[in-house]
């Protein structure tokens, strides 16, 4: 659909490029350090320190599903929240330091650990992690969501936010190869360093939305939130249509991918490099920045498709652009077939920031549909819940990862010289699942009903409302 002079975006309902800047130097901070984690995890805890990956991935598992539970219970503390500063910046303020000081803890274990030890420091601090990362990234997703009630400015400013989140993040796809270089002593060491300076440089960013962003102020209808019982609010959320198609998308695609994201890691290094982790790590570098530059540039793309075919047609293209990546999987994992990989890689990153674009900017429509019906705004709720059902899609897949790993005959100290099956086996493990998940979420997609004009009526009815005395 193409924008018509009514549903230009009025000069009152723009966010200013800073804000913008800010919003995505927070979600880069805290997208950056769970990436971080999720990208070391078996490299370092696996392949360096030994811990079978049946264990790390029962701990995944563990630290994830903590995580999203305690997701459900921030987003409704924040809507909740009054001061004189706001609903969101205080927490975001406050939560942004142990955020980021939690992540560095996981990786300054000592040299000589034994497995029991490291498991207990890796699910120690990953909960702690967690808990605090739960306090920042909810309240500062529903900041973004909130920023402004113009249909398409949620997807530019979506756009901004996904670009510094996955521009940022280029710097993760290079930790594992900083940390294997020979500048370091050894591979523990260039851990406390390459990890300990990452998190000093988010924490500095992490603090950017609290400072720089102003909060919308609240309307008297939105007082009604106050003293909402947590589970009949909850409830309300499950009775809305679209939001369940949006959660189903979610799910549907964090699984299909999570549950395979590390087989990239394994298959680079034992397939196509047959066990030189040197070079491996060299390419897996180059691999994540293909991902990455992919990612930022899709931001771009899919912003200006969203405005010329909606973001339901939008969001199905993405999932198109995930099954040609599954498919081409088919074709390049090959031994010796450096390179080829770049080619799953950039159509992964292109896709999932597709998704991630069109879902995140649908969840602001949503959330202003349902204040229209209830006179709440409950923000926070709506994005803890869909927070909670990507950890959820998210630790299932990284609980079941390691099994199939496990299951398909990997094993660690036979480095180089793993079984053929074995490497096949992982190799369509890895089509199969995001396949799947791609096909689920085109179909899905097809029963959104949210379009843009019915976006546009919201805004104008909200705005007769807020306007009468």
Not at 193 to 208: D, L, N
Not at 331 to 351: C, D, E, S
Request: charged share 15%; aromatic share 12%; net charge positive.
């Amino acid at each position: 659909m193409s924008v018509h002079a009514s549903q230009k975006t009025a000069q009152r309902d723009r966010i200013p490029a800073s804000e913008k800047l800010a919003l995505g130097l927070g979600q880069a901070a805290a997208m950056g350090t769970h990436n971080a984690l999720t990208t070391l995890a078996n490299p370092v805890y696996n392949v360096m320190m030994g811990m079978s990956p049946v264990y790390l991935s029962v701990l995944t598992g563990i630290q994830r599903i903590w995580d999203a539970f305690l997701d459900l219970f921030v987003g409704q503390f924040s809507d909740h929240l009054r001061t004189r500063w706001g609903r969101r910046r205080p927490v975001i303020l406050i939560a942004a330091l142990p955020m980021t000081v939690g992540f560095a803890s996981i990786w300054f274990f000592p040299r000589n650990m034994g497995e029991f030890a490291l498991l207990l420091n890796f699910l120690t601090f990953s909960l702690l992690f967690y808990t605090f990362h739960s306090f920042y990234s909810v309240p500062l997703t529903a900041l973004q969501v909130e920023a402004t009630s113009d249909y398409h400015e949620r997807t530019r400013v979506a756009s901004i936010v996904g670009i510094c989140t996955w521009a940022f993040s280029l710097s993760n796809q290079w930790l594992y190869p900083l940390i294997q270089s020979k500048v370091f002593v050894d591979a523990v060491a260039g851990v406390r360093w390459v990890v300990g300076t990452s998190a000093a440089v988010y924490a500095v960013m992490a603090f950017a939305p609290a400072l720089f962003v102003r909060e919308r102020p609240l309307a008297d209808s939105a007082e009604r939130n106050k003293g909402e019982p947590f589970f009949h609010a909850l409830r309300e959320t499950w009775h809305n249509k679209d939001f369940l198609i949006l959660l189903g998308v979610r799910s549907v695609s964090q699984l299909g991918y999570s549950i395979v994201a590390i087989l990239s890691f394994y298959l680079n290094c034992y397939l196509v490099h047959g066990g030189d982790l040197r070079a491996a790590s060299v390419i897996q570098g180059w691999l994540g920045t293909s991902y990455v530059v992919a990612s930022v540039a899709a931001f771009w793309m899919f912003r200006l498709l969203a405005l010329r075919l909606g973001k339901q047609r939008t969001l199905q293209i993405a999932a198109g652009v995930l099954i040609v990546g599954a498919i081409a999987k088919v074709i390049v994992y090959q031994p010796g077939w450096r390179w080829p990989q770049l080619i799953v890689t950039a159509t992964n990153g292109a896709a999932i920031a597709g998704i991630s674009l069109m879902t995140t900017s649908m969840l602001a429509d949503i959330v202003s549909e349902d204040e229209l019906k209830t006179s709440r705004r409950r923000e926070g709720l709506y994005c803890s819940v869909i927070s909670w059902m990507d950890k959820v899609g998210s630790s299932t897949g990284a609980l079941l990862s390691g099994f199939l790993l496990v299951g398909a005959g990997f094993d660690v100290k036979l480095g180089g010289h793993q079984a053929a099956m074995t490497l096949q086996l992982m190799k369509w493990i890895y089509v199969a699942f995001p396949l799947v998940g791609a096909v689920i979420t085109v179909l899905l997609a097809h029963f959104y009903t949210l379009t843009e004009a019915r976006a546009y009526e919201v805004k104008r009815a909200l705005e007769i409302r807020q306007a009468q005395p």
